[in-house]
């Protein structure tokens, strides 16, 4: 296995705290989905929708290139639910 990157970020506070990247490039105060937007802070399945998306946009786009087809325009919709069974919490995603 070979690391490609690395990413380091710290939350405090929970969903009622605040979130930032090692490197300061994000930096979000969050808030439970349930709290609406009236707060203007996000929540970690928007974090993680935006993540899948971005990171599904660039394997098309890989494997568009290596076809010779270009996909540098993609657009890639995610969609990230928190969800609660007998088990316990879990994410479903949907691109």
């Known amino acids: 296995m070979k690391t490609l990157f690395t990413a380091h970020a ?10 930032q990247t090692e490197s300061g ?3 979000f105060d969050l808030a439970s989905p349930d709290a609406g ?8 399945e928007e974090l993680f929708a935006c993540g ?3 990171c ?6 890989h494997v568009a290139t290596s076809q010779k ?4 325009d ?17 994410l479903s ?3």
Do not use: M, W
Not at 69 to 72: D, E, N, V
Not at 84 to 89: A, P, R, S, T
């Open 10 to 19: 710290v939350a405090k506070g929970g969903r009622g705290g605040h979130t």
């Open 37 to 44: 937007n009236a707060s203007n802070a996000t929540n970690p």
């Open 52 to 54: 899948y998306a971005a």
């Open 74 to 90: 993609v657009e890639v919709k995610a969609q990230v639910s928190l969800n609660q069974n007998d088990e316990g919490y879990f």
């Open 56 to 61: 599904f946009g660039s394997a098309i786009d």
């Open 69 to 72: 087809i270009s996909a540098k």
């Open 93 to 95: 995603v949907t691109l």
């Open 25 to 27: 490039n994000v930096s």
